[in-house]
């Protein structure tokens, strides 16, 4: 499958969505999270190191996201459902946010609930699961080099339907898993997730997930899914 993400006629996937050899980024970028779901320190180590300075910002209601205009670069974190996001009263902010960042010409990468938002912002759909997934996978990927196939932590609730003109990068049984949307970046599985997260995740889903086999696997995949998000934050890096 070859996909084509052209910041310029005729450009590879390779050149347009940055290749090992792109320059150096001096930028800012903010991260927003909900609730005590903090990102892990590898992920923001890969960012410091590509020259990225994160600003954390916390986000529990519509008053908190910033002035659209005073960012260049977001990420959105979070694991919280679509039905969970709209129960807290946020979640119509949000995605008019989303929007009107776009329109200020900032650059958006959102992960877990970040993506559904992306997707929805710009005229996606997003629907409960049948059979959610949760735990370790690997993914169907057109862009291997730059978006490994795995392995990925998951914890997937909801569906995402792309709206036209957006571009699927990899994909698994429960549709889209990475996406483009113009300049912006959206994966539904969690390269932010710390162990602790994960156990406070495994706890809530007691019942539906076996927590030691997760965590006997978190201990499996943890080093091979270090250098995947490493080359996928360099990914996201070579959009802003």
């Known amino acids: 499958m070859t996909v084509e993400l052209g910041s310029r006629p005729g450009a590879s996937a390779h050149e ?15 991260v927003l999270q909900y609730g005590d779901e903090a990102p892990s320190a590898q992920m923001l180590d890969v960012l410091v190191e590509r020259g ?18 005073s960012v260049h670069a977001v990420v959105i974190v979070g694991s919280q459902s679509f039905d969970e996001a709209a129960a807290v009263g946020y979640l119509d902010a949000e995605l008019e946010w ?41 993914v169907d990927t057109a862009i291997p080099h730059l978006i490994a196939t795995g392995p990925w932590l998951t914890w997937q609730q909801d569906v995402i339907a792309l709206a036209p003109g957006a571009q699927v990068l990899a994909h698994n ?12 970046l959206g994966v539904q599985f969690h ?5 602790g997260t994960l156990t406070e995740w495994a706890a809530r889903a007691e019942g539906f ?8 696997a978190t201990s499996r995949d943890v080093v091979a899914a270090a250098s995947c998000t490493r080359r ?3 990914t996201f890096v070579n959009l802003i």
């Open 16 to 30: 347009a969505i940055g290749g090992d050899d792109a320059p150096r980024t001096a930028a800012e970028v903010m």
């Open 52 to 69: 990225v300075a994160p600003v954390m910002r916390g986000v529990s209601c519509a008053g908190d996201f910033p002035e659209p205009g």
């Open 98 to 138: 989303i929007r009107r960042v776009d329109e200020a010409g900032a650059t958006l990468f959102g992960v877990g609930h970040g993506a559904r938002a992306l997707a929805a912002a710009f005229g996606g759909r997003v629907s409960p699961a049948e059979r959610p997934i949760r735990g370790w996978v690997m």
């Open 232 to 234: 996928l934050l360099s």
């Open 209 to 216: 997930v076996d927590a030691e086999a997760l965590l006997s």
């Open 173 to 184: 049984r429960l549709g889209p898993q990475a996406f483009r949307v113009g300049r912006h």
């Open 191 to 195: 390269p932010e997730a710390t162990p």
